[in-house]
């Protein structure tokens, strides 16, 4: 489906390429950061000239796409009559949800089972014993991550507790909701013992779980540890305790369907018809704050350094704020965390540069002495060490 071969362009026709969005949840979070990663690639690599609708809007449902005369068309596809509408067209189209309905159709999309592994570390390394999913998983992308989620717990020997819904209709016909009232989770929340990590299928789902601890009085991070998907910066930081938050790469997908996409109008076959992109990183905030360790030093020292990620610090400043013997400190903090402090500072100082790669386009200079590090070879090296790749490297893998 949707092989099309690119239309022989008209001479003296418009030299730009016609494309439609039919991204239906772009006013969320999640759906704005692939229109981004459309945008990013069209300026830099190809032209295209984005269809407006009725309102003069530049997105469109699948339903007003039938007699469509464009070139190609970037879409989500949820329903089977979205399905109908797609494959009535003439033009090659990318599909970017997670829709079991779309198998036939080009598509780039999230890697939502290693979304739900990396929830499972992170939430494992808080040192919980007792684990929560919620999210109506009915829904696929939400399944995708608890599946993802509760197996990599079972192979760290812990298990599980789903707390499912129904998801309600929105949007017209075109996608369930995953949204819930925070009633609807308190009685669910109150029998899950405590302390307990809890992984939510999004960050609207995060948001009202967090609103549900609130009016039970439940503490977050000290009682219920929550992560959330998709990083949404306004739900993330009006929770009633900020939100940790997984990067899905939204922008990379809509980056590599752009790409997709563009090949499909040349009449050329895409290399893979399936691109699964791999969640970018966690952007830690409070609700997964568990540095109450059974001693207060090891709390402070890494409070300290999470706090200062954008500048360079050694282990010399951990000391000064943490007034004990070094050899003291530095035993018990790798019996809390696994590693040594020098190496908490580099690893923190390299999530730093990650997130200002993947988010801005300052150059990896700039990018090494906003993330701590004042020597740029030993940004080169610490950052190879770490993330298996060089700077460059991984802001190409992030679409920029």
């Not at 684990?131 to 696929?140: C, D, S, Y």
């Not at 568990?290 to 500048?311: K, Q, Y």
Request: aromatic residues 8%.
């Amino acid at each position: 489906m949707n092989a099309h071969p690119a239309k022989k362009r008209r001479r003296n026709a418009n030299p730009y390429k016609r494309v439609a969005l039919a991204i239906i949840a772009h006013e969320y979070s999640h759906g704005r950061g692939k229109i981004k990663g459309i945008i990013d690639y069209y300026k830099k690599h190809s032209a295209w000239e984005i269809d407006r609708n009725e309102l003069s809007q530049p997105f469109v449902l699948p339903e007003h796409l039938r007699g469509w005369d464009g070139d190609g068309v970037i879409c989500e596809i949820y329903t089977p009559g979205d399905l109908d509408n797609i494959a009535s067209l003439s033009v090659p189209c990318v599909n970017t949800s997670s829709s079991e309905l779309a198998v036939n159709v080009p598509s780039v999309r999230t890697d939502n089972h290693e979304i739900g592994c990396m929830a499972a570390s992170h939430l494992t390394e808080c040192k919980l014993d007792h684990f929560a999913f919620v999210g109506p998983i009915g829904l696929r992308h939400a399944r995708e991550r608890y599946e993802g989620f509760s197996r990599s717990l079972e192979k760290s020997g812990t298990r599980c507790t789903l707390v499912d819904y129904e998801p309600r209709d929105a949007h017209g016909l075109h996608f369930s909701e995953e949204l819930v009232s925070p009633e609807k989770l308190l009685d669910a929340l109150t029998s899950l013992e405590k302390p307990v990590g809890i992984m939510a299928a999004s960050d609207r789902i995060g948001f009202t779980v967090l609103e549900a601890c609130r009016k039970l009085g439940l503490r977050s991070p000290e009682e219920v540890a929550l992560i959330g998907v998709d990083d949404d910066e306004i739900l993330c930081n009006l929770a009633y305790s900020s939100m940790t938050s997984i990067d899905p790469q939204a922008r990379a997908v809509g980056f590599a369907a752009a790409a997709m996409l563009d090949k499909l109008m040349d009449g050329e076959a895409p290399e893979k018809p399936h691109i699964l992109i791999p969640p970018a990183r966690i952007v830690f905030r409070n609700s997964t704050d568990m540095t109450r360790s059974e001693f207060p030093e090891v709390a402070r020292a890494l409070r300290f350094i999470r706090n200062h990620s954008d500048r360079f610090i050694d282990v010399t400043n951990v000391l000064d704020v943490v007034p004990v013997s070094r050899r003291w400190l530095e035993m018990k903090f790798k019996e809390e965390v696994g590693h040594g402090i020098f190496q908490e500072i580099r690893r923190v100082h390299v999530e730093r540069a990650k997130e200002l790669l993947a988010t801005t386009d300052w150059p990896v200079a700039r990018v090494a002495k906003e993330s701590g590090f004042n020597n740029p070879e030993r940004f080169d090296f610490a950052f190879q060490k770490l993330a298996a790749m060089s700077a460059s490297e991984y802001r190409r893998t992030r679409g920029r």
